[in-house]
């Protein structure tokens, strides 16, 4: 998995949520984990690999604030999503305007997306 330029890290722009119908389909969907500081909702999207779309609200600052944690959490994404399961969308909401540690996200982020994950999966076993 590496890109043009030969990074295997790079975050490319095929993997960005960026229309409306496609957040509301995850929304929708409503599979989430949380913890304190984040909450993640995931749904299928029947790609080999998985997009990121974030919603940071104007609660949680002012716009250099809220760009500022859009690009943590992006960043913490591309280092860590070869430690998460592929083909899904996921949408990260921030819980609260203080900005986590990177390290801490690296931790967080790919616990909750397979805990949500594992949520989409067990809905096909429920009577």
């Known amino acids: 998995m590496t890109a043009p330029d030969g990074s295997p890290f ?9 229309r409306p119908p496609d957040f509301k389909r995850v929304f929708d969907r409503r599979r989430s984990a949380a913890d304190g500081k984040l909450i993640v909702y ?21 716009a250099v604030h809220r760009n ?16 998460m399961p592929a083909g899904l969308d996921l949408v990260l909401v921030p819980r609260r305007p203080d900005q986590p540690e990177l390290e801490e996200l690296k931790r967080a982020l790919p616990r909750l997306v397979r805990q949500a994950a594992r949520k989409l999966g067990q809905e096909g076993r429920r009577p």
């Open 10 to 18: 790079a975050f490319r722009p095929h993997e960005h949520l960026r």
């Open 42 to 62: 995931v749904c299928e999207n029947g790609l080999a690999h998985s997009r990121l779309g974030l919603s940071v609200s104007r609660k949680n600052g002012n």
């Open 68 to 83: 500022r944690m859009r690009r943590l959490y992006r960043e913490a994404f591309r280092l860590t999503r070869q430690e």
